[in-house]
């Protein structure tokens, strides 16, 4: 499920890290959050599609690499990200 203009634009204005930040890795994480949520409800009603389902897999292991990567490099970004995004308890 792709992220609208308008909502990938607010996503932005929320995540930037600077002024015209459009992809660093809090920012990435956002919008796979995003889209993970987005596709989780897709697949409740579309118990069948197997194809969207290994997509959504794809997606959270990326986003696992990737707060793996913030939690490794900046721990003082780490907390505060997933506690905004209410991800991982």
Do not use: F, W
């Amino acid at each position: 499920m792709p992220l609208t203009p308008q909502r990938k634009q607010e996503l932005i204005k929320d995540y930037q890290v600077h002024e015209t930040d459009t992809g660093s890795t809090e920012l990435q994480v956002a919008m796979l959050t995003e889209r993970i949520v987005r596709l989780s409800a897709h697949l409740k009603n579309n118990n069948n599609d197997h194809s969207s389902r290994r997509g959504l897999l794809q997606m959270i292991g990326q986003r696992k690499r990737l707060l793996a990567y913030i939690q490794k490099h900046d721990r003082d970004r780490y907390r505060p990200l997933i506690e905004r995004l209410g991800i991982r308890g």
